[in-house]
């Protein structure tokens, strides 16, 4: 386990399944790139591994439907046992379908899994590794010659600027510290597109794309939260980086405080208006293993 890394992170599934409609938003809108963009295989026999699958619900909804119909195996893999465990009581309609326990910015990747898969597809799941070459080695090293992946995360997210703000109220600073080892490394890029780029090559992938897409600039990823103290609440309760360090009768609390900070933020960079426009910017990357 390293240190300050996403393995750390508190991630509940009764609680996410019900929380990122944001995710599934941005993931049905560019999942309709995958049949475009995958190299399928000509005889409909494909394998994928999704990173990060969480509660299962973008996987299933969204991907499952895309695969032909002669796939031989979908494999959904999360950090979380008990994400994993969610997942096999709620989808189990095929045998072709798998659902394992899987760090991929583990250092020993598991034997049975190397050079195992045509496709790698990850949504909102990379940037809580703190190691993104390793993680992209392990990418790479996921698939058989020729296979391809398609990764969209986080680049930049609002909700650190909020979480820097509550941390500086000295009642929260002790269960804070250290906060921005949480973030990702590219939060921390001034051309995070350039950079994963460089990342994905110096792994050996060919026919590298990575764009940046702000939810702002490009109307695919323009959600607004109309109801944004309910979606906040569910957010920060699935996901949250130190709520564990918190005493549990304190919880309402700081959450609480952390969703007004962010309402208070979203007003502002929504002039004012009634509701809250979440900022962030997504990677959207695809590569090509030789």
């Known amino acids: 386990m390293q240190h300050h890394d996403a393995r750390q992170v508190v991630i509940k599934p009764k609680y996410y399944s019900v929380a990122n409609r944001v995710q599934r938003y941005d993931a049905q809108q ?20 999704d ?37 096999k009581r709620n989808y189990s309609q095929s045998e072709n379908v798998k659902f394992k326990v899987l760090d991929i910015g ?4 598991p034997k049975e899994l190397i050079g195992e898969f045509d ?24 698939l058989k010659s020729g296979g391809d992946c398609f990764l969209v995360f986080l680049s930049t997210h609002s909700i650190n600027e909020t979480y820097d703000i509550v941390s500086l109220n000295p009642k929260w600073a002790p269960y804070m510290k250290n906060i921005k080892n949480y973030y990702s490394p590219l939060f ?71 969703i007004h900070t962010a309402i208070e933020l979203g007003n502002e960079s929504n002039n004012g208006n009634p509701g809250c426009i979440a900022t962030y910017k997504l990677i959207v990357a695809y590569a090509r293993k030789l």
């Open 30 to 49: 560019i999942i309709k790139e995958l049949l475009s963009v995958l190299q399928w295989r000509l005889d409909e026999k494909d394998s994928l591994i």
């Open 51 to 87: 990173l990060g699958t969480g509660s299962g619900d973008v996987l299933m909804d969204f991907i499952y439907p895309l695969l032909p119909k002669n796939f031989t195996k979908l494999v959904g893999t999360d950090i979380s046992s008990e994400m994993v465990e969610h997942c």
């Open 106 to 109: 583990t250092e020993i990747l």
């Open 119 to 142: 496709h790698v597809t990850s949504f909102y799941s990379i940037h809580w590794v703190q190691n993104q070459r390793l993680a992209v080695d392990n990418i790479y090293r996921l």
């Open 188 to 258: 921390r890029s001034k051309d995070p597109r350039s950079e994963f780029s460089e990342i994905l090559k110096d792994a050996g992938f060919v026919d590298v794309k990575v764009a940046e897409l702000s939810n702002y600039s490009n109307e695919l990823l323009h959600y607004v939260i109309s109801s944004f103290f309910v979606y906040c609440t569910d957010t920060y309760r699935a996901v949250n980086p130190f709520i564990h360090r918190v005493p549990v009768e304190m919880h309402e609390e700081i959450l609480d405080e952390i």
